[in-house]
Nanobody, 125 residues
Framework: QVQLVESGGGSVQAGGSLRLSCTVSGATLSGRCMGWFRQAQGKEREGVASLDWAGSTTYADSVKGRFTISRDNANNILYLQMVSLEPDDTAMYYC???????????????????WGQGIQVTVSA
C-alpha cells in the first residue's frame, strides 16, 4: 500500500549539487521516520541520512556538512539536498519509510519497512 518514488538523480561533476525527492503515497509522512540509504557497486547498503518524527536528524560521517535531509509534510515529499558531491558519493540511493508512525528508532536498515526502487547518482571526477 505504501509507495515511495525517488526522483532527481543523475550525473554531475565533482563539486556539483543534486536534490533527491521521495514522494510518498499511501501513508502519512507526518509523524513517520524517514531515511535515505545508498549502495555503491560492490559495497553494502549504508545509511546516509534520517529524519524522525520528532525532527531529529542523523547523518553518516561521510556526508555531514554536505547533505541535508528535510521533508514537506503537506505534500508528502522527503528531500535529500546534496552539495559538494564527490566521486565516492556515486551509488544507488534509496528512500525508506518506517511502516508505523511514532517509531522510537530511526537509523538502521531494520527500522524501515517501506523502500523505494532506488535512483542512481553518479559523480564524475
Amino acid at each position: 500500500q505504501v509507495q515511495l518514488v525517488e526522483s532527481g538523480g543523475g550525473s554531475v561533476q565533482a563539486g556539483g549539487s543534486l536534490r533527491l525527492s521521495c514522494t510518498v503515497s499511501g501513508a502519512t509522512l507526518s509523524g513517520r521516520c524517514m531515511g535515505w540509504f545508498r549502495q555503491a557497486q560492490g559495497k553494502e547498503r549504508e545509511g546516509v541520512a534520517s529524519l524522525d518524527w520528532a525532527g531529529s536528524t542523523t547523518y553518516a560521517d561521510s556526508v555531514k556538512g554536505r547533505f541535508t535531509i528535510s521533508r514537506d509534510n503537506a505534500n508528502n515529499i522527503l528531500y535529500l539536498q546534496m552539495v559538494s558531491l564527490e566521486p565516492d558519493d556515486t551509488a544507488m540511493y534509496y528512500c525508506a519509510a518506517a511502516i508505523d508512525r511514532w517509531s522510537q528508532s530511526c537509523w538502521v536498515e531494520a527500522d524501515f519497512g517501506g523502500w523505494g526502487q532506488g535512483i542512481q547518482v553518479t559523480v564524475s571526477a
